[in-house]
């Protein structure tokens, strides 16, 4: 079933038109992996289907609902059930990481302090880091504190992650421990549309290969066919 229908989408910044006439669909536990060179709309694209980035034409459909129609606070709903993962961590620096997991449940989701606290722990041992709950983010690495926000965001119970090229500003050591946290997702059935550079991710994990160039996505293939010699 469709978690996510794209349908004629498009994005102008001024006379430039960065999304072209994008039309495809998430299905539940798909794992997109959308490859492209660099400026061919793909973080745009990725903003736009939660509002990040309005679109300027097409709708984004999610839980039966056109986001593009929404006012503020209805988006604010349904942006909850949407995790985003982003290339810098923006992890909060002033609170431990255990109280970065557990904000916004507790705050956005109103779940008790005991509850939250329960939540975090589970997910940051998931994350591979049930020792770290109580440093402050600067402590860690830049593989674990990606961990960490992949945990924050999961903190929400979303139905769909979207992650923004989660590995590029990482050292190269640090890369497959995030990739790991993203396979273990993807291997648990989460639906999830990653805009990366990785091709052993796209290749091993993703079930689907969406390739944008100029705003468009090209094709829409299984990994397999897309990285099949031609
Ligand atoms: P990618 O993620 O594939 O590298 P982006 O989505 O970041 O591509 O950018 C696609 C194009 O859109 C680029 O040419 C970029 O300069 C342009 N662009 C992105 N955001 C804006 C903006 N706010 N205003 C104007 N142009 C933008
Ligand atoms: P990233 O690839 O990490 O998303 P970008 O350089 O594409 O970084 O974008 C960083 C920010 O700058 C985004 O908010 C984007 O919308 C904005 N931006 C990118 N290109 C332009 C542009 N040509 N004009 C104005 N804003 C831009």
Redesign the pocket.
Known sequence: SAVLEIKNLEKH??D?T?IKNITETVNKGEVIAVL????????????ALNML?APSAGEVIFDGQDLTKLNDKQLDNLRMNMGMVFQSFNLFPNMSVLENIKLAPMKIKKVSNDEATKVAQELLAKVGLADKADVYPSSLSGGQQQRVAIARALAMKPEVMLF??PTSALDPEMVGEVLKVMQDLADEGMTMVV?THEMGFAREVATKVWF?AD?FIQENATPEAFFAAP
């Open positions: 910044f001024g430039t960065v492209g060179p660099s400026g061919a709309g793909k973080s745009t694209f990725l903003r980035e923004d090229e805009v944008m705003g």
